[in-house]
């Protein structure tokens, strides 16, 4: 099965669903893969497709995505672990492929910082300057033709003031030429600073070897989902399940969705990881 180019926005989708936790993971991409078909699609209620677009998206994006998995909920809970570790190891085979190192690399590419572009020189400035002014006497000397008369007298006042600040920009020692220099330099240079902090950023997060991302990931998910207290009481609220903890219901929405998938599935995504972790090292 060929997947179709995805769209370019991201979409954090969060439900309790079991392909929430085959990835817990950011830049939606095209990718070619194939692959036999999977049951386990069916007992999500997806299509492979859609499965391969949440795998790719959440891995490669940083985000969790769960679109359309709604049937998973309707999994028996004794094979919930079952199905998550052939989920996972599905999704492992995946990551190996060079389709989604294709795309990964893609992906990195187009998320690579762009460099401010280099500071104008003193000369451009100075002819940028000395142009604008040129254009606003023309665009005054029109005017003063449809202006009453008793106008026309300041209107002049203006065009010699800019007259004046031609003449001072036509000077190479201009003091105000020399402050938007320096002004242009200053700018520069904190552009610099915030494209140097992007890029290291950027390395941080796609590095070039992406199983270093894919490590990544899985160390996230388990810190997310360590200690999780499966048997916390809940309430209803406004028609909606509330952890009596407060403790717990201030918990991120991934941390809400690793306790509404239950242990079954969570504890055999962790074994799964920790794993896949090992071989990575």
Not at 104 to 132: G, H
Request: aromatic share 10%; net charge neutral; with cysteine.
């Amino acid at each position: 099965m060929n997947a179709n180019p995805l769209p370019s926005s991201p979409k954090f989708v969060l439900t309790a669903t079991l392909v929430a936790f085959v990835v817990s993971a950011t830049i939606s991409l095209s990718f070619t893969f194939k692959v036999a078909t999977v049951p386990v699609w069916s007992q999500l209620g997806i299509s492979e497709k859609t499965g391969l677009e949440n795998i790719k998206k959440s891995f490669i994006e940083g985000y969790i995505y769960a679109y359309g998995s709604s049937a998973a909920k309707k999994v028996a809970l004794g094979d919930r672990a079952a199905l998550t570790n052939e989920l996972l190891a599905y999704c492992k085979t995946y990551i190996a492929s060079p389709a989604f190192k294709k795309e990964y690399d893609l992906s990195r590419e187009q998320s690579k910082p762009v460099p401010p572009r280099n500071p104008k020189t003193k000369t451009e400035i100075q002819a940028e300057q000395i142009a604008q002014l040129t254009k606003s006497i023309e665009e005054t000397e029109k005017s003063i033709k449809t202006l009453p008369a008793d106008l026309i007298a300041s209107v002049q006042e203006v065009q010699q003031m800019l007259k004046d600040q031609i003449k001072d920009y036509e000077d190479p020692e201009s003091e105000m030429l020399a402050l938007l220099v320096e002004g242009e330099q200053y700018t520069y240079k904190n552009a610099m600073t915030s494209y140097e902090a992007n890029v290291q950023t950027w390395e941080t997060e796609y590095p070039e070897n992406h199983m270093l991302m894919v490590k990544a990931r899985l160390k996230k998910f388990l810190e997310l989902t360590e200690g999780i207290d499966y048997n916390a009481a809940l309430r209803e609220q406004y028609g909606m399940k509330k952890f009596v903890n407060p403790v717990y219901e201030s918990k991120p929405d991934e941390w809400k969705m690793a306790f509404r998938s239950g242990k079954p599935v969570v504890e055999t995504a962790r074994s799964f990881a920790k794993q896949w972790i090992g071989e990575l090292e």
